[in-house]
Nanobody, 116 residues
Framework: QVQLVESGGGLVQAGGSLILSCTSS????????MGWYRQAPGKQREFVALFTVGGGSTTYANSVKGRFTISRDNAKNKVYLQMNSLKPEDTAVYYCNVVRYGMDFWGQGTQVTVSS
């Protein structure tokens, strides 16, 4: 099992920045991907960004490309999401996700609210 704890959410004005972090613990060996998803009120959870552990590649949703950056600190078992130029439509609960041997693990989520 993998336990994930997110932090860093909050309230920010449009155009501002936030950085989210996710700390993984437990059975972290074998994690193949780490990423972020978000869910806005009344909407389905959607993909935001992904970091592939093996090759170090990153993938982003079109809606955040050029504004968000995902990174990983392997030594600390952390993954980060740097969010710049935030927009009101970025308001959502952000969830950390890891994939380990084909299984998905999720954090509890952290709220990000962007005011206009």
């Amino acid at each position: 099992q993998v336990q994930l704890v997110e932090s860093g959410g909050g309230l920010v004005q449009a155009g501002g920045s936030l950085i989210l972090s996710c700390t993984s613990s437990g059975s972290v060996f074998g994690i193949s991907a780490m990423g972020w998803y978000r869910q806005a009120p009344g909407k389905q959870r959607e993909f935001v960004a992904l970091f592939t552990v093996g090759g170090g590649s990153t993938t982003y949703a079109n809606s955040v490309k050029g504004r968000f950056t995902i990174s990983r600190d392997n030594a600390k078992n952390k993954v980060y999401l740097q969010m710049n130029s935030l927009k009101p439509e970025d308001t959502a609960v952000y969830y950390c996700n890891v994939v380990r041997y084909g299984m998905d693990f999720w954090g509890q989520g952290t709220q990000v609210t962007v005011s206009s």
